[in-house]
């Protein structure tokens, strides 16, 4: 018997889904080319690096995380303990937020993070989702960061990732 979502799951899904209209049906030589669904983004300040590949679901950032803890992570084992939606900024708006959000985390003490970056419009290699990891080893945010992976699907699954960020000291 299948489990039902729960309150959280279904809000996720509402909001990821509440753009969506079903198609109609058409004969396969009637149908037109489709169109983008929104215009491309604006090319990315030069300051940004160009994206990397897609973050794979046991990155790690830094040393010293045991193979239990790596594992509890990945398998989403760990208290969330607090989450950023970065669905619908730009990227030079994700990544302050993204900058602000570890900073405030980590100086409350918060240790497992969730970030949700989407999966991208297009192909599932979303221009957020390949950004963030990158954006984790910068200087700004190396020293707080543990390691990454990437969600399991009941919290976004590719298209979020757990954060384990180093004890306050």
């Not at 970056?117 to 200087?139: N, Q």
Request: hydrophobic fraction near 35%.
């Amino acid at each position: 018997m299948a489990r039902r979502p729960s309150e959280e799951e279904t809000a996720l899904w509402r909001r990821a889904m509440h753009d969506v209209r079903p198609r109609r049906r058409a004969h396969a030589a009637s149908v037109p080319e489709a169109k983008p669904l929104a215009p491309d983004p604006p090319a990315a300040p030069q300051t940004l690096s160009p994206p990397s590949p897609a973050p794979t679901p046991s990155a790690a950032i830094g040393t010293g995380l045991d193979h239990r803890s790596a594992q509890r992570l990945r398998r989403g084992e760990l208290a969330i303990e607090g989450r950023l939606d970065l669905h619908g900024m730009t990227q030079e708006e994700a990544h302050d937020a993204l900058n602000r959000f570890v900073a405030r985390m980590h100086g409350d003490g918060r240790r497992v993070v969730l970030i949700i970056t989407g999966k991208g419009a297009r192909d599932g290699e979303g221009i957020l989702r390949r950004a963030v990891p990158r954006w984790l080893a910068e200087p700004r945010c190396r020293p707080l960061v543990v390691a990454t992976s990437e969600a399991q699907p009941r919290h976004g699954g590719a298209g979020a990732l757990y954060i384990l960020l180093r004890r306050k000291r």
